[in-house]
């Protein structure tokens, strides 16, 4: 695990920290915290670039906004 220290919190964040080390199966509260921070990261990323999910088709030829034809002729 590397290094550790201490953090001083409530009483009341400790159940919270339990209660959720709990529900997401984590063996120690290092690992709730650490979950907790990766689940958050990707919520936020999603949030900002995942707008679009399911909407965003792959690019074809058409899409390029040229006529290939008049480029390979010259």
Same mark, same amino acid.
């Given at each position: 695990?590397?290094?550790? %220290?201490?953090?001083?919190? !409530?009483?009341? %964040? +400790?159940?919270? +920290?339990?209660?959720? @080390? @709990?529900?997401?199966?984590? /063996?120690? +509260? *290092?690992?709730?915290?650490?979950? $907790?921070?990766? /689940? @958050?990261?990707?919520?936020? +990323?999603?949030?900002? $670039?995942?707008?679009?999910?399911?909407?965003?088709?792959? $690019?074809?030829?058409? *899409?390029?906004?040229?006529?290939?034809?008049?480029?390979? !002729?010259?």
């Amino acid at each position: 695990m590397g290094e550790t %220290t201490t953090i001083r919190v !409530s009483k009341s %964040t +400790l159940k919270m +920290l339990m209660k959720l @080390q @709990q529900k997401l199966g984590a /063996q120690t +509260l *290092d690992e709730t915290i650490r979950l $907790f921070i990766k /689940q @958050q990261r990707r919520e936020r +990323l999603n949030e900002a $670039f995942g707008i679009d999910e399911g909407k965003i088709k792959p $690019f074809t030829e058409e *899409d390029r906004g040229e006529n290939s034809s008049e480029i390979c !002729s010259g």
